[in-house]
């Protein structure tokens, strides 16, 4: 999808649990707004619309996660779901998420918007004659953003059964190091460690 398409949401995504933007159904979002909020702030709402849209549905859209994921080299992973909320058959490995990370952070989009701690997003709600707009701030949870020297992302993580989860990457000295922790309750500080 192209960055500047308007998303329609739709009730399933603004039914999602988990971080949500609070999206309500028949609003109207940017495409790079949904990826502000799925990118910074985890919202599950915004990670459904955008699926839906750029997919065709969800299950095409999942077909083209699974194809991508593939195409990575991504050996142990499978997924059902844009957003990473537990699912059976849902599921992923530390090495396979770096690879996937590794990949994304040539991409200047994706690598600007992981490298920061708050963005506004706009939201046209439907109203008696016209959209009316409005926006939100949206907050990373990356506690590495800001205070560990180099820090540039990437995505926290957490569900019941996967735990507190961190993809992190900091560069420094013109390297990159990207560090994967999976149900890690001290995974600040062993991210900073590492």
């Not at 560990?148 to 420094?172: N, Q």
């Amino acid at each position: 999808g192209s960055l500047a398409d308007t998303v329609v949401v739709s009730p399933a995504a603004a039914r999602v649990g988990g971080y949500r933007l609070g999206l309500r159904p028949g609003q109207r979002v940017l495409l790079e707004d949904l990826l502000a909020a799925i990118l910074i702030r985890s919202a599950n709402d915004a990670a459904t619309a955008a699926a839906e849209h750029v997919g065709e549905g969800l299950p095409g859209f999942i077909t083209l996660m699974n194809a991508k994921a593939e195409a990575l080299g991504m050996r142990h992973s499978q997924f059902v779901n844009p957003h990473g909320l537990d699912e059976p058959d849902h599921f992923t490995t530390a090495r396979d998420l770096a690879l996937l990370t590794r990949a994304a952070l040539d991409h200047p989009e994706f690598a600007r918007l992981v490298r920061m701690r708050e963005a506004t997003v706009r939201i046209w709600h439907p109203g008696r004659r016209s959209l009316i707009s409005r926006t939100r701030v949206v907050v990373t949870h990356n506690k590495l953003l800001g205070r560990l020297e180099g820090a540039d992302g990437v995505k926290t993580g957490y569900t019941d059964a996967a735990g507190r989860c961190l993809v992190a990457s900091a560069s420094r000295g013109g390297q990159r190091m990207i560090a994967v922790l999976l149900n890690d309750p001290r995974r600040w500080t062993d991210a900073t460690t590492l």
